[in-house]
């Protein structure tokens, strides 16, 4: 079913600018190859409203970083949190959270991780392998098999832990991560619900980019940019980087950029991994972006059924099409529920906005 938070209001939207290629948003969603600019309004830097929290701490939970092992035998970093009350002779439902695309845990998934704990349940956010504190070189590859493997993994030790039921295991991922945990539910049936918050379709951004505005004569030309930069590294040549948040403001920066910059680059949602520079961070590496255009998440999503999925979009997001287009293909039990006068980003990290409650009730009713 479909659900509104209040009543829904339309985005609507101007002229699209492919001048470009390299340059166009991302923060961790890069529609690259181009970039619709919609007609919404942008708070200025650093816009703390509506409970912005992304740093959130809680003294009803307790925190501990935890490493485990892929299938590909590398290392996922993650950080558990747990009810300060959890019994521990008792096995607890429980839940991974994936960060926004470009993003690390510390930005989302931590405070996802952390709200979904206070109220009772086992929650593990990590980083996606490649990102962050997990292994993978080069740093920023894209790999959308590894990244679902990395959910898959996480019931692997979460299941492991003597206070986990491993028949109620659930996820909810941010942005990209909603695109990469409904490809693992896909073919991990101990995946028991999904929901999603911000998705991204992050093979139809690259292969269509927004509003499929990106023809297929463009999507040849990135292709064949980035395999003539492969050649280049073949070579020898430095590393480049793609998409991301600019570092600057200017008179042209469009709307959605803007937003991104609201988070990625001020304090209230800035953060720097280690290994990883200001300048590259949420930004994909060029020659490896390309397997975005072989990533199909929803193809076959009606086979996760009947395990249910809740869908989560603010109902200004510019992202929305992909919530709309994933519901529209799952099937039963399946929701879709509208934020009013929420944008894309907002649901990162403003908690009088994110519906905690709805998360609540639709793991306790699909989670025993």
């Not at 470009?102 to 206070?118: H, I």
């Not at 072989?294 to 997001?317: H, K, V």
């Not at 929420?342 to 998360?359: K, M, N």
């Amino acid at each position: 079913m479909t659900q509104d938070i209040h009543e829904n209001a339309e985005t609507s939207k101007t002229g699209i600018d492919r001048r470009h290629l390299l340059k166009m948003t991302g923060a961790g969603v890069a529609t690259i190859a181009a970039m619709s600019t919609f007609d919404i309004t942008v708070a200025k830097a650093q816009d703390m409203s509506n409970g912005a929290a992304n740093f959130y701490t809680s003294d009803k939970v307790t925190f501990h970083k935890v490493t485990f092992k892929t299938q590909y035998q590398t290392n996922v970093a993650g950080n558990l949190y747990l009810p300060k009350d959890l019994d521990r002779t008792v096995k607890s439902p429980a839940l991974i959270v994936g960060h926004p695309m470009g993003a690390v845990k510390e930005q989302s998934a931590n405070l996802y991780a952390t709200k979904m704990a206070e109220q009772g349940f086992v929650a593990m956010s990590i980083d996606l392998p490649f990102w962050g504190d997990s292994e993978g070189q080069l740093r920023n590859l894209v790999s959308p098999e590894i990244y679902a493997e990395a959910f898959s993994a996480g019931v692997d030790f979460l299941g492991s832990s003597d206070f986990v039921d491993r028949k109620n295991i659930g996820a909810i991922g941010v942005c990209g991560s909603g695109s990469f945990v409904i490809s693992a539910a896909k073919i991990d049936p101990r995946i028991k619900a999904v929901a999603t918050v911000s998705m991204y379709d992050m093979g139809a951004a690259f292969r269509d980019a927004l509003n499929k505005s990106q023809t297929v004569e463009q999507r040849k030309q990135f292709i064949a940019t980035a395999a003539e930069q492969r050649w280049a590294e073949a070579d020898g040549a430095k590393t480049q980087y793609i998409g991301g948040t600019t570092l600057e403001l200017t008179a042209d920066t469009d709307p959605i950029q803007r937003e991104f910059y609201d988070f990625y680059r001020t304090p209230r949602g800035e953060f720097t991994p280690v290994g990883v520079t200001r300048e590259t961070t949420t930004k994909p590496t060029l020659s490896s972006s390309v397997k975005f255009m072989n990533f199909y998440p929803f193809n076959d999503i009606e086979t996760i059924s009947p395990r249910p999925m809740l869908f989560i979009s603010g109902d200004q997001a510019h992202s929305k099409e992909f919530s709309q287009d994933a519901y529209n293909r799952a099937s039963e039990p399946k929701e879709l529920l509208w934020v009013k006068g929420a944008g894309h980003v907002d649901l990162y990290d403003r908690v009088d906005l994110i519906p905690f409650d709805r998360l609540k009730n639709f793991f306790d009713q699909h989670l025993a």
